[in-house]
């Protein structure tokens, strides 16, 4: 049985060497996430394509941004991914049209994993953990989660938004995240 | 530190999920750099909270990238020069770099005693970049006037490039210099350095033809470096 964690770590030793076959295998762990994830902050191909790329291609040219004494390479990763597609959503406000958004967009709760998705048995039960953990939020505590992380939203504009206080957004963003931080690292 | 954890524990739960603008987002910047490198509590708030925004990842449904992305992705790693190894940075004497341009110098003779064989080797490939015909060395500007600036020194057809800065002031605790490298609009984290006494020189494993400008910044170490803040430094490439 292969850890996951440990096996991220020689892949990315290998990378930093230059190994491109650890390149395509990280790629093949963690491209249908990255890519699924860039979709739903985008909602178009092309500039969720734009982040994944982005953030491969910044992995491979400046592979010690990954610091294993900092957290897992997941977590770096994915964390990429996601500045990268938020930077994409900002830089192309006028293109997003939520109501046109894909049936990706739809609530997480109760979605079932995408049949072929190759990572499917990587990341899968860390991904049910997260759908459910998620359902522990209040829906004023999501609605701003959902906002901020796949959205693009800043607080300030999410206030505007939803025509609360500032310090009310941040009040629930700080609960939400206290929450699932009790739920997924099992704190009390 | 005059705010409360819990002020804290607030600002970085927006600061991870990249949701902080305008004020809050100044008040996250002086907090990463000035007091949780220093905090315990707050390094393990800002280590979990940023496992969990990278958690929340997953709750997107995955999908599997178009067929033309990885193609895309293997001719862009060869694209622009070589793969690039981290930044070098090495500290050299001032008796040597002074020089630097100067033909013939024993290089050996200024360097520090605990300065290893790998160090001179970087230091004699500085000296020989230098020596390249139709070298240049560039000042890059800096945002204050009384800070030294930083010389960028590249040769014509050489897909690598040298940063020398003289008595570079140390970043604010918990930051480090970053170097990007910008094509139009898009920025590229070339590497990250701390300064060394006296000289400091980076070494840069990047085309600088294909660039538009070098930017400097000083950024937090905890920061993933997705894009640039104001530079420090900043030159055309």
């Known amino acids: ?69 900092r957290g897992a390479f997941r977590t770096f990763f994915l964390s990429l991914v996601h500045h990268k597609a938020v930077d994409t959503v900002r ?52 609605q701003v989660l959902e906002m901020a992380y796949f959205q693009g939203y800043t607080q300030a504009a999410i206030a505007q938004e939803l025509g609360i206080p500032l310090g009310t957004v941040k009040t629930r963003t700080l609960a939400a995240m206290r929450k699932l931080r009790r739920v997924l690292y099992r704190e009390d | 530190m005059t705010q409360s954890h819990e002020a804290i524990e607030e600002l970085l739960a927006g600061y991870v999920l990249r949701s902080l603008s305008g004020e809050d987002a100044a008040q996250a910047d002086h907090l990463l750099s000035d007091h949780v490198p220093f905090c315990p509590v707050c390094r393990d708030s800002l280590a979990v909270f940023q496992g969990v925004t990278a958690d929340l990842a997953l709750a997107a449904q995955p999908l599997d990238p178009p067929e033309t992305l990885l193609p895309r992705l293997h001719r862009d790693l060869g694209a622009k020069g070589a793969r690039r190894r981290p930044v070098a940075v090495f500290a050299v004497a001032a008796s040597v770099v002074a020089v630097v341009g100067l033909a013939g110098l024993t290089v050996s003779q200024g360097v520090r005693a605990s300065d290893t064989q790998s160090r001179m080797n970087d230091i004699g490939q500085a000296f020989d970049f230098a020596r390249r015909p139709g070298a240049s060395m560039v000042p890059v500007d800096s945002s204050s006037a009384s800070t030294d600036p930083i010389t960028e020194i590249s040769a014509p057809g050489v897909q690598e490039f040298f940063l020398v800065g003289r008595d570079l002031p140390s970043p604010p605790p918990g930051t480090v210099y970053r170097v990007w490298l910008i094509s139009g609009t898009d920025p590229t984290f070339a590497g990250e350095f701390l300064p060394e006494p006296d000289f400091t020189v980076v070494h840069l494993e990047f085309d600088p033809n294909v660039y538009d400008s070098i930017l400097i910044t000083v950024e937090s170490a905890e920061a993933v470096p997705t894009s640039p803040l104001d530079p420090v430094w900043q030159a055309a490439s």
């Open chain 1, 1 to 69: 049985m292969h850890d996951p964690v440990l096996d991220d770590l020689e892949l990315h030793r290998r990378l930093d060497a230059g190994d491109r076959g650890a390149f395509d295998e990280l790629y093949r762990r963690y491209g249908p996430s990255a890519f699924g994830l860039a979709y739903r902050l985008t909602g178009q191909q092309v500039l969720a394509q734009d982040a994944v790329h982005d953030a491969f291609l910044a992995l491979w040219r400046a592979p010690e941004a990954f610091d294993p004494a």
């Open chain 1, 91 to 142: 830089r192309e406000e006028r293109l997003r049209k939520r109501a046109e958004r894909s049936a990706n967009l739809e609530p997480v709760t109760g979605e079932d994993v995408a049949e072929g998705v190759v990572d499917k048995d990587f990341l899968g039960l860390r991904r049910q953990e997260v759908r459910e953990a998620l359902t522990t939020l209040s829906p004023e505590q999501r």
